[in-house]
């Protein structure tokens, strides 16, 4: 009758009315439990003003906790900050430590960049810990069919091991495919594994699937498992893409694995999505990001030297550098946001980018509304058939503010445009998983690939060129009253959901 994302949400949702009744009955007979539960309250306020934290979130978490306060008190207990645990803390800083051998010094890279590049690499090195590498050739794919053939290909030629992680299995021929490769590959004696979230495949693929893959050796799995009571981790979701192949060959970008994917089904129109292509030592940056989603999964660790230093240097231009981000407390700064804003503020020609979704913060807007006013092209493309209509139109209520300001803002007419891309001067980019939205700034797990002179940069700048001939610019464009209204509501609390 139900789906089981329908089943575990009204499970958590009636528990949590438990709990808010149970308070409430308490409070209502016991006076001096009134005391203690507004103690509780105020608490739980001064944490939220005292956390590092976007002003947005401590708006949206106020709000809630001061009109609502014995729901809002529940949930920020319930939801609010997810503890990893001190094994798993080490467990995961050795790991690092294992990786670190492996990353290339500061010094392999600072000759070839300017220094405003420089500036980005140092960032992302100084707060994720990763480096560029000058020595991996980077392949742009701007649909998911032409990644699609180039990827089974390269599972085909698999000899030591495969990884998939993935926010989204969905059944279906693309799946298939790739499931009658990999069954192949571990009946030949290829290590398997892979990870896929919970949530984003619950209504997509059985889970008896994990199950059935893992009793013929590949070991999968079920990231942060949907469960029938309120837990932290709920909040946190696997949003990456990563493929690696024997660490020599990597693959990431926006691309799930599911039809529509690769337009085998269109349920919104045209998808429109891209990935990229890594062959070369900087694979081994997403084989640790696997490795460590793994290690927090399983809470179990392993030497990892023998899926790391595979791969042989390309001779080729540019320099790459993959990095990951998170919730915190595993991750303690917003390094997507970050680089996202670095870039945008280093701007002197143009800025594009491309995102589902457009439910960003202040401090982006300013960033975007601050280049548009020193005479940077700054562009922003989105869907115009939208797959959740309630962001869509929360995005949309954010146009006129960005397009009064000189920011332009297309939305793209055949259909839905699922690439999270930037591009800046023609020199510099990011593609990866995270979108410009609060849950992947915020609470997702996610990973990108900042790129500097890279010869894909080109067909990224051109890939841009045709997305924008394919769209409408929204300049003027201008909701409903009742839309504008109920959106500006919504908008107060996006920062939770």
Known sequence: MFGRKTATSVSVFLQICIIVAVFFVLCFYFEFFRYIYAALVFTAVLSVLCRDMPKESKISWLIVLIILPFFGFTVYVLFSYNPIGKKTENLLDNLKRQANAYIPQRTTYERVLSPEQLLQADYIESVSGMSGYTN????????????????????????????????????????????????????EGVEVRIIYDDFGSVDRMSPRYADELNKIGIKTIRFNKLVPIPAPFHNNRNHRKITVIDGKIGYTGGINIADEYINLVSPYGVWKDTAIRLYG????????????????????????????????????????????????????????????????????????????????????????????????????????????????????????SLTDRGVKIYEYMPGFIHAKQLICDGVTAIVGSANLDYRSLLYNYENCVLMFNTDCISDIEKDFIGVFNRSADMDGFNQNAFKKAFCKVAGMISPLL
């Not at 991996?136 to 649909?143: A, L």
């Not at 998911?144 to 085909?156: K, S, T, V, W």
């Not at 002197?348 to 589902?356: F, G, L």
């Not at 092209?377 to 139109?393: A, C, S, W």
């Open 136 to 187: 991996t050739d980077v392949r742009h794919y701007p649909y998911g069919e032409r990644f699609f053939a180039d990827y089974l290909r390269d599972l085909e030629s698999a000899r030591d091991f495969i990884f998939l992680e993935y926010f989204l299995f969905g059944e279906g021929e693309m799946l298939n495919r790739v499931l009658s490769v990999l069954k192949g590959k571990a009946a």
């Open 281 to 400: 030592p900087a694979v081994d940056s997403l084989s640790y990001f696997f490795l460590s989603d793994f290690l927090l999964a399983t809470k179990t660790a392993e030497p990892i030297d023998r899926f790391l230093g595979k791969s042989e240097s390309v001779a080729c231009r540019g320099v790459v550098m993959p990095f990951c981000d998170g919730p915190k407390p595993l991750y303690d700064r917003l390094v997507t946001e970050n680089a996202y804003i670095n870039l945008i503020d280093s701007a002197n020609k143009y800025v594009w980018i491309s995102s589902p979704y457009l439910v960003c913060d202040s401090r982006v807007k300013k960033s975007l509304i601050n280049a548009a006013a020193r005479g940077v092209d700054v562009r922003i493309v989105v869907p115009h058939i939208p797959d959740k209509k309630l962001v869509f139109e929360i995005g949309r209520n954010n146009y006129k």
